[in-house]
């Protein structure tokens, strides 16, 4: 069971980028998924979080220009980054809850993708 974050990249403050986590392996669906931030120095925080019913909750500094949202079918949840600023430059990753074909319930970390607000 894997997890594959993307779509990190360079990008001028206003921009916007769109991550990815996808779900692969030998499983039957995600639950609970988070995008967590975490720059140099700085400790890890929750981002953003969708639950298996697509509830969210968002960290106040991102509230109205990030949204989380999730593709079931795909097994993958996504990240719209929009109005980004420089202090939005981060390693971003997503951790889940997976539910593997022999039911089991399987907390994953997928690796980090570079997000760079810099003009």
């Known amino acids: 069971v894997q997890l594959q974050a993307s779509g990190g990249g360079l990008v001028q403050p206003g921009g916007s980028l769109r991550l990815s986590c996808a779900a692969s392996g030998s499983i039957l669906s995600i639950g609970y998924v988070g995008w967590y931030s975490q720059a140099p120095g700085k400790e890890r925080e929750l981002v953003a979080a969708?639950?298996?019913?697509?509830?969210?909750n968002y960290a106040d500094s991102v509230k109205g220009r990030f949204t989380i949202s999730r593709d079931n079918a795909k097994n993958s949840v996504y990240l719209q980054m929009n109005s980004l600023k420089p202090e939005d430059t981060a390693a971003y990753s997503c951790?889940?809850?997976?539910?593997?074909?022999?039911?089991?319930?399987?907390?994953?970390w997928g690796q980090g993708t570079q997000v760079t607000v810099s003009s």
């Open positions: 951790n889940a809850v997976v539910i593997t074909e022999s039911h089991r319930y399987l907390g994953v």
């Open positions: 969708i639950s298996s019913g697509g509830n969210t």
